[in-house]
């Protein structure tokens, strides 16, 4: 959106430029430097807005990072929370097991061990979903942000007049 609104600043510039025509050699003595300002002032402004749009561009990549970051690190600490109250209901019930005769302690050993495993595995699936999620996130905003870059810094050196980069 950005780069039509510059393409649309710069038309004016460009159709005066074409269209004024020289009509004395005063007026055509003149006309140079103030075509010249003007083509000095398109540039700046473009040069301007393509600084502009790069930066906007990091600070998009940066904040989707972040936010992936931030995903990341409250499933870490959900999981982690989870793990613990799983490990202490555990505890809780072994030590009532304990309490309690032979028979009774050895079945609920057995099945808070059980919950123990089921919650280790289920906690270990979640964090390595929400880790390779997160780094998607990363590595997909990163790609996007060198994509938007690599396009502006393009788009300013055509407006500069350099010849496309070949790949």
């Given at each position: 959106m950005k780069l039509w609104k510059i393409t649309l600043?710069?038309?004016?510039?460009?159709?005066?430029?074409?269209?004024?025509?020289?009509?004395?050699?005063?007026?055509?003595?003149?006309?140079?430097?103030?075509?010249?300002?003007?083509?000095d002032?398109?540039?700046k402004e473009t040069k301007e807005a393509g600084s502009a749009i790069g930066e906007a561009t990091k600070q998009a990549a940066s904040d989707t990072a972040e936010a992936g970051k931030g995903y990341y690190e409250t499933a870490k600490e959900k999981t982690s929370a989870a793990y613990e109250a799983t490990k202490e209901k555990s505890g809780e019930l072994y030590d009532s097991a304990k309490e309690s005769t032979s028979e009774a302690y050895d079945a609920t050993k057995d099945k808070a061990s059980e919950v123990y495993d089921a919650a280790k595995e289920k906690t270990s699936a979640a964090y390595d979903a929400t880790k390779q999620k997160a780094g998607e996130l990363y590595d997909s905003?990163?790609?996007k942000g060198s994509e938007i870059i690599d396009?502006?810094?393009?788009?300013?050196?055509?407006?500069?007049?350099f010849p496309p980069a070949t790949e």
């Open positions: 600043l710069s038309l004016p510039f460009v159709l005066g430029a074409c269209s004024q025509e020289e009509s004395t050699d005063q007026a055509a003595t003149e006309q140079p430097s103030e075509l010249q300002q003007k083509v002032t398109a540039v905003a990163k790609e396009e502006a810094k393009q788009n300013q050196r055509e407006g500069d007049g």
